[in-house]
């Protein structure tokens, strides 16, 4: 009788070519109940063990299971710390990661199915700790509609007959320690990611409504998620960039000597540079001396001549990460691309499985029939044709997973598209170079000396390209030198001292950051390119020609964390290496699976209290990046989850907690402690004339519902409602009147009144008369609408004094810059009111061709005090132009004005501005061009801004002249640089 076995593959591609490897051709189907997810059936000999049997074969596609708290916890309920210890279920995933539903509940009633009819289950899943994970989900389906299954493995490289046919005769038992280093590594991500991602979300939304309005639908907002290997990767980037800033500058000095052979007769004379030996120095009195000392001397004398054999080593077995980085480097594909094409590759049984860290070839693999493979390609098919002739010998490195080999083409292939051509060429010229033969060259070096100074050269000649004639990725040149003698003495052609100055390093590059992340062992070579991508979708990352910039907020995240006494650094790799450490221990059988969560979760759980007891710290270097605070941070999660609230929802099944944003009554739900009353509870003194009859939270502010006989009405005609100053400050604890609408709707009003009627020191963001704007007496901004009277609160010579501007939310992008001092008086503050009589002959034009705006320097220096004009559009305005001209000045240049459109802070060059020597710059003063209303043209062709040096040193107060274009990302600012005078 024959035996049913089911087979089930990884993926549907995979499952379909096993079948046609053991059927011999186009395998019948039978009924599925998943569309995307066929099931094949035909009877085929097996294996000697197995003999003739019946076989079903299909497959899953990726994951059946996911791992999600018991019962659903509300954002708001409870203290994120309670999500370490809130039970965890796996279960068959509803939906995808989109939201849809998901195929996997059919594909688990085609393993219920056959899995009830058949003897035996074949897990057919990619060989790695992913796949054997997944193999325990197809026996957990399996295995609740027929126990006794016998279970089975196979493993297998690549989809091709030879390796099927013979992994069917070589089945072996399924892995549980690898799927539990797999399970372990999910549940810790879910827990950790849950923990910090609701902290850093909810802190940041109470902190700035930008987070907030960018949610849809009732308490909803921007998340600003935490991964354990993707915020460590986030860290690589910060730091890179935060070295680049900090970097300034230095000029150095080195002596060259050049020495030129003349040539026979059609020949090029030889030129040679020695390099001096002590490289460069930072003093240039000592250089400047040494150089003059060897320039006496006149004679250099030849002190050693060493010629030795060379070999440039041909590459080890190819890996997943270096895939990635050379496709990167060489094609500017993306890592997660570069893998996406190759496992494509892999379904369709042209390329082995392309997710390896293993570097050497094993001796069961017939390398002689793959290097047959490429003999056809016209690329290289003689190449391949020598590697027969000399016999494949892989140079093989000493990494391995014990899983796969390095990744290698299984066959020839025609018919691919231009990236998988890309793709498939990288790995099958890496294959071939790796079964080659090393390079060989010659390399002479020369040592010299001059007086007390020693200087040297190298030349180098190819004896043997060997595998660089197929592998373009590695180069090797020529060079040719003189031939000199030992105690030879020549007349050096030159001797220069040369300037120079020190460059920051280059931006990471993903081919870069892979090589870190690979380093550091953060994530596997399967998930890195994800993790890469995910820094890049949350837009704590953006890519910019090629380079990785992170944005403020990836940097005030980084920042944040880095403020902290932690002993271990959230933004560094040690952590989330650690736990790579343990879970390899569980797959090698010295640590168990809870043993290892426990300890991971007490580590995290203990930076997390960390944090929160050091919040200060966090929130003000979120601040440093993102600007001051739009909204008060929650001083701390005990006035954001009630003290009174109900138990967490895994402990009451049931529970239902409204969105924070819906005004739900305050109730004691404890017997013990009805004495405290919501006023002790919160905290707050709440004024005797005012009747609460609700509480509830909003973003950091405590809301108090006033009864009808106390209502007061706001400019929006609605009940106001009354807040308290929680923001440390002269007025902290004061409790005033605004708005009653969210602080992220549109429609709010800028209502704003004390509830003791002092309004002194405050910016008041109500009208003067609010009853009456439609007075005559109502000042009119630029809107047309009233204009609301506020008070200056920034320390200053103008603290304390009232000013009229337009009444419309700062956010809002129609809000006009009207300013009016209510006593008249337009000296002493800057402000954004247009010169008057705008229309007059007079009239100075900025270079829009817009009427400019006056405004007065407040920074303390020397300037304090001074007028000046400049564009009178917004400064957050992309078109505002950088039109400046002090107010003494009537020649209309600019004289010393700042480029407002830089704000971003990136510039590539490393803090180095404008002191450097002209020497050292790209001097186009040679070639000076003027426009046609005098002013000076840089290298765009546009008029040159005019600057001032401000850091310390020689030329601190010169002006000078540069490109007028913005610096940082996105910004083709051209070289051009001229001293004024």
Partial sequence: MRKTVL?????????????????????????????????????CYLSPSFGETSIFCTSVTGHLKGFDFATKTGWMS???????????????????????????????????????????????????REGENIGFEIIDECRKVNNKIDLRRLTFTAVTKQQITQAFRNLKP????????????????????????????????????????????????????????????????????????????????????KHEVPAGQGEKPQKTIFTWDRGRTFDQPVAQVLCDICERAGQAKVTDVK???????????????????????????????????????????ILSYPRTETESFTQSIDLRALVNEQVGDPRWGSFASNVLAQGPSPRNGSKTDEAHPPIHPTKSAQGLNSEESKIYELVARYFLACCSRDAKYSETKVAISIATESFHVSGRQILDKGYLEVFPYDSLKSSTIPTYQVDQTFEPTSITLCAGETSPPELLTESDLLGLMARHEIGTDATMAEHINTIQNRDFVRKHQEKLVPTTLGIALVNAYDAMSLEISFSKPHLRREMETDLKAIVQGTKTRDGVMSDSVKKYRDVYVKVKSELDKFDEAVASQLGPPSGAPPPNYHAQYHAHAPAPAHAQPGVQHAPPQQQQPVQNGDDDDDDLDDSAFLNVEIPEDIEVISICMCRSYLLFLLNSQN?????????????????????????????????????????????????????????????????EDAVMCDCNTPSATRTVNKSGPNEGRQFRSCSKNMQDDSRCDFFQWVDGDHGG???????????????????????????????????????????????????????????????????????NHGNHGYNNGGGKQAQKKSSGRSASSSKKKSSAKGGVMCNCGLTASVKVVQKEGSNKGRNFQCCGKPYGPGGDRCNFFEWCD
């Fill in 7 to 43: 087979v089930v593959a990884e993926k549907p591609s995979i499952a379909k070519e096993i079948a046609k490897i053991l059927h011999g051709a186009q395998p019948p189907t039978v009924k599925s109940f998943s569309k995307y997810n066929p099931v094949y059936h035909f009877d």
């Fill in 78 to 128: 409870c203290d994120p710390i309670k999500l370490f210890d809130a039970p965890v279920i796996s279960s068959v995933k509803e939906k995808d990661r989109n939201g849809k539903r998901s195929s996997c509940p059919d594909i688990a009633k085609n393993l219920a199915l056959y899995g009830k009819k058949s003897k035996t289950l074949i897990v057919a899943t990619d060989n790695d």
């Fill in 174 to 257: 399924p892995d549980k320690r690898k799927s539990d280093a797999c399970d372990a590594r999910a549940i810790l991500d879910l827990r950790i990611g849950a923990v910090f991602t609701r902290f850093q979300t909810l802190r940041l939304q109470a902190m700035y409504q930008d987070f907030q309005r960018q949610g849809q639908g009732q308490g909803s907002g921007q998340v600003i998620s935490y991964g354990g290997c993707q915020f460590p990767t986030l860290g690589f980037v910060v730091e890179r960039y935060k070295q680049i800033q900090s970097f300034v500058c230095e000029d150095f000095w080195k002596i060259e000597v």
């Fill in 307 to 349: 010629s030795s054999p060379r070999t440039k080593f041909r590459p080890v077995g190819l890996t997943t990460t270096v895939m990635q980085q050379t496709a990167s480097r060489r094609f500017k594909l993306s890592p997660a691309r570069t893998l996406q094409i190759a496992e494509a590759l892999y379904n369709r049984g």
């Fill in 711 to 775: 209502e007061v009405m706001c400019d929006c005609g609605s009940a106001s409602v009354v807040r308290t100053v929680s923001k440390a400050g002269p007025n902290e604890g004061r409790q005033f009147r605004g708005c009653g609408k969210m602080m992220q709707d549109t429609s709010r009003c800028n209502f704003f009144q004390w509830l003791d009627n002092d309004n002194h020191g405050r910016q008041q963001h109500h009208t003067d008369n609010h009853n009456n704007n439609n007075s």
């Fill in 829 to 899: 503050q800057s402000f954004n009111q247009p010169v008057q009589d705008d229309n007059a002959e007079g009239a100075v034009m900025c270079n829009c061709s817009a009427p400019a705006t006056i405004r007065t320097v407040s920074k303390k220096g020397a300037n304090e005090g001074r007028q000046f004009r400049c564009c009178a559009k917004r400064m957050q305005d992309d078109s505002r132009c950088d039109f400046f001209q002090w107010m003494e000045d009537n020649n209309g240049e600019s004289t010393g004005g700042r480029n």
